[in-house]
């Protein structure tokens, strides 16, 4: 039983934590490392990581600078960048690429925000999925007779403990997130 709590326990950690992630890729007008975590570049017909490619270091609060390990690769990781959905325009000056971070306008917060809730609901369903996996596997054992239907019931109520936490976690990370968004 305890190995059960474990297992649903560390699935919803894996949420939370991909769920972290994905709030630092969102752009909310500061510049940090993160914005280009996700940016893939051909480089000699390989996609390859940005990060691989070069050192991305924060150079002010609305600049980040791209140096390449290989100077030959600024053009492509210029066009990576310029191809990516994230609305950035670099500035390659042949040793390096400086990457402006514009202001956002009202609409493009309030548009983020609304992107925010639809991530947000997106890992919400998937603690409840492990939610249901949990009280799935605990129904099992009480069909084979290993768990009496007391500690079924118990075993359920702490599963559904651990899901409050969790879906809680996730309001709290969000709603950080979307004050950040909205900050001017």
């Not at 950035?88 to 040793?95: A, E, F, M, Q, V």
Request: charged share 35%; glycine share 2%; aromatic share 4%.
């Amino acid at each position: 039983m305890a190995s059960v709590l474990d297992d649903c326990k560390q699935q919803m950690e894996a949420t939370i934590t991909a769920l972290k992630r994905e709030m630092m890729r969102l752009r909310t007008g500061r510049a940090t490392t993160a914005l280009l975590d996700g940016i893939m570049v051909n480089y000699y017909g390989t996609k390859t990581p940005l990060n691989q490619l070069a050192t991305v270091t924060v150079a002010d609060p609305k600049l980040l600078v791209i140096q390449p390990f290989d100077k030959s690769a600024a053009h492509e990781i210029e066009r990576a960048i310029l191809q990516s959905d994230l609305g950035l325009t670099p500035i390659n000056d042949g040793k390096a690429i400086r990457v402006p971070i514009p202001e956002l306008t009202e609409e493009r917060r309030r548009e983020l925000v609304k992107h925010v809730r639809r991530v947000a609901e997106e890992y919400r369903v998937s603690v409840r999925n492990h939610r249901r996996d949990a009280n799935e596997f605990l129904k099992e054992m009480h069909k084979e007779k290993e768990l009496t239907e007391d500690e079924l019931a118990r075993e359920q109520a702490k599963v559904e403990q651990l899901t409050k936490e969790y879906i809680e976690k996730v309001d709290k990370i969000v709603k950080a997130k979307e004050q950040e968004v909205m900050e001017v």
